[in-house]
């Protein structure tokens, strides 16, 4: 395996794992927890990979002769590897299953604003390297011409049209607000497409305190992995993938015609 294939290879796991993190409730606690760590190491090793470029950027970032694009994308990459981390480290401190966490408002809205920004930022990051993965996409399939154009268009369509309903019926506009708020995030609720598929009362407080109490007998749990809890995960993931999807499909055209000759 060459290391191109393995680099694609990360990214697109991480890719495919990020938007699971967005909805606790389907998969359970244990996996939301396990998932962030693994999502961790996946970016741990994709720096690793782009080691070479982020050092040689950092000693010509003020240079003129730097590309805008790169400078751009610099800029962005410190921005999401920030507020990534809050995520991380604020979601160690309040954990329940894996580490012993500590129930406080405060980080709780950290965590959840952060992990809003992440989002945010992870899809814009995409699109400034959508090229990439069509490039290689591209390279593993073949569509003729004739089809491949008006296919394409109506994807791109149906995926920005999905993007913003899940935008506006997801938990996103909440968690972004969290800041500017007196929510204290108590519990975290579901709205629009995931309501439909929670599968733990949102109101019951004692059930959800049991619920965290039994982590004591084990992780399994913690795991929720029925038909019923797939159909749910499978249903948050397509919706917070299309958030980072109708956030980087117009990054990668606006960089494109914007900033190519620069």
């Known amino acids: 395996m060459t290391k191109r294939t393995t680099r694609i290879l990360i990214d697109l796991s991480a890719l495919l794992l990020f938007p699971f993190l967005y909805n606790k409730r389907p998969l ?11 999502l961790l190491g996946l970016v741990g090793i994709h720096l690793v990979f782009n080691w070479k470029w982020i050092a040689g950027v950092t000693t010509r970032f003020f240079k003129r002769n730097l590309p805008a694009k790169t400078r751009l994308t610099y ?7 920030m507020f ?5 480290t604020s979601g160690i401190l309040i954990s329940r299953v894996i580490f012993t966490g500590f129930r406080n408002p405060v980080l709780r809205n950290l965590h959840f604003f952060s992990a809003g ?8 990051h995409f699109g400034l390297h959508l090229g990439f993965f069509a490039a290689a996409f591209k390279k593993l399939t073949y569509i003729p011409s004739k089809i491949a154009r008006p296919l394409s268009i109506a994807v791109l369509v149906a995926i920005v049209l999905f993007g913003f ?3 506006s019926s997801s938990n996103l506009p909440r968690w972004l ?5 007196a929510d204290l995030a108590e519990r975290e ?4 497409p995931e309501k439909a598929w929670a599968l733990q009362p949102s109101v019951d407080r004692n059930n959800q305190r049991q619920s965290f109490d039994s982590a004591k007998t084990g992780l399994g749990s913690y795991f929720h992995f029925s038909v019923d809890n797939l159909k749910a995960a499978a249903m948050s993931f397509l919706t917070y993938i299309s958030i980072v999807m109708v956030l980087g499909i117009p990054t ?7 900033l190519r000759h620069k």
């Open 165 to 167: 309903y899940s935008i």
């Open 252 to 258: 990668y055209f606006l960089t494109r015609y914007t």
């Open 189 to 192: 609720h579901t709205s629009g």
């Open 75 to 81: 800029l962005l990459n410190a921005l999401l590897g």
């Open 28 to 38: 359970g606690l244990a996996f939301h927890e396990v998932a962030g760590l693994v």
């Open 84 to 88: 990534f981390a809050m995520t991380v």
């Open 117 to 124: 920004v992440t989002l945010l930022l992870f899809g814009i």
């Open 177 to 181: 607000s969290l800041p500017f708020t």
